[in-house]
């Protein structure tokens, strides 16, 4: 079938008739014309992912059945208008994946005290190391055991984003954001420890930062 037969275009008009009369046998109609086009033709091409794609989808026809009385008929189908729509929420996932990639990259600078075996940096020695990785486990003891388990994961045993994500029961979006909050917190009880004078590895933890703990944060 195209969206453009005249036939379609009869049946699709009165079909969005009986929606706005708040007929849901219309709806599952429409849904099931679009909802594969509109997942296989434009969501899951951008972005890649089933998950993310499905999870559009239904935005989508949220967004239909909440702003069907704004669509304009103009003599066409209502596909073009929702796959924009698909397109643009596409879009808004793709921006806040690298709004989280970026700053995933930013807190990568807290990562490198987690980094199991780190090498000590210049003019340090074993002794520093070993006091460093003592006073980051003192303060991943003070986390939420469910911060915890997402940095242990991600760092410590450096496992995949999605590996995490299955380990923890969540969708890798959310593992994400989980990890952001774990990081942030680490961070908030570092700095509160260096303000205290307690991490004596401190010093090391700053000079110690490497490329290597940008690449465990970066998606794969």
Same mark, same amino acid.
């Given at each position: 079938?195209?969206f ?13 008739d ?17 909802a ?16 993310a ?11 239909? @059945?909440?702003?069907?009385?704004q ?10 208008? @929702?796959a ?8 808004d996932?793709?921006?806040e ?6 700053? !995933?990259?930013?807190?990568? !600078?807290?990562?490198?005290? !987690? !980094? ?5 940096g210049?003019? #340090? #020695? ?8 003592? #006073? ?5 003891e ?22 995490c994500?299955? @380990?923890?029961?969540v ?7 989980? @990890? ?18 307690t ?22």
């Amino acid at each position: 079938m195209t969206f453009n037969d005249p036939a379609w275009l009869e049946q699709e008009r009165r079909l969005l008739d009986e929606l706005r009369r708040g007929d849901r046998t219309a709806f599952a109609q429409l849904y099931r014309a679009f909802a594969q086009p509109l997942y296989a033709r434009v969501l899951l091409p951008k972005l890649g992912d089933r998950q993310a794609a499905e999870d559009v989808l239904a935005e989508t026809f949220r967004i239909m @059945l909440e702003k069907l009385d704004q669509y304009e008929d103009r003599g066409g189908s209502i596909w073009s208008w @929702l796959a924009t729509v698909a397109a643009n929420k596409a879009r808004d996932v793709e921006r806040e994946r690298a709004r989280r990639g970026q700053a !995933l990259r930013g807190f990568a !600078l807290l990562s490198a005290p !987690l !980094l199991d075996g780190q090498a000590p940096g210049p003019g #340090d #020695d074993a002794g520093d190391a070993a006091r460093l990785q003592a #006073d980051v486990a003192r303060v991943m003891e003070d986390l939420n055991p469910r911060y915890r388990r997402a940095l242990t994961l991600r760092f410590i045993e450096d496992r995949p984003r999605v590996e995490c994500a299955e @380990l923890l029961e969540v969708k890798v979006a959310t593992f994400d954001v989980l @990890l952001l909050r774990a990081l942030r917190a680490f961070r908030e009880r570092w700095q509160a420890s260096v303000a205290a004078g307690t991490p004596a590895a401190a010093t090391s933890a700053t000079s110690a930062m490497s490329a290597t703990s940008a690449t465990r944060i970066e998606t794969r």
